[in-house]
């Protein structure tokens, strides 16, 4: 059974930073695209940042210049660097890893962007 467990949320004031991580097996890693989504209360669940195998990456606009998703094959851990946070970040983050018809998520971490 494919694990991802996620860790590093929690309450940071405007312009600071949080690093989240996401440790997975092997088999995820080895291949899988993996990515971060949140989903702030009352809003659809949104694609943050993705990499591939071979570490191509995507943003969303919003986040472009301060979050920054860094993919370790070797420990098999997907992190998400987020830097600036702003009030608007606040949202439940998710690590996800698909491939084909796998699509898998982890529990999921709260991030709190508030003063």
């Known amino acids: 059974q494919v694990q991802l467990v996620e860790s590093g949320g929690g309450l940071v004031q405007p312009g600071g930073s949080l690093r989240l991580s996401c440790a997975g097996s092997?088999?995820?890693?080895?291949?899988?695209?993996m990515g971060w989504y949140r989903q702030a209360p009352g809003k659809q669940r949104e694609l943050v940042a993705q990499?591939?195998?071979?570490?191509?990456?995507r943003y969303a606009d919003s986040v472009k210049g301060r979050f920054t998703i860094i993919r370790d094959n070797a420990k098999n851990t997907l992190f998400l660097q987020m830097n600036s946070l702003k009030p608007e970040d606040t949202a439940v983050y998710y690590c996800?890893?698909?491939?084909?018809?796998?699509?898998?998520w982890g529990q999921g971490t709260q991030v709190t962007v508030s003063s």
């Open positions: 990499t591939d195998s071979i570490g191509a990456t």
């Open positions: 092997r088999t995820i890693f080895s291949g899988y695209f």
């Open positions: 996800n890893a698909h491939l084909l018809n796998s699509n898998y």
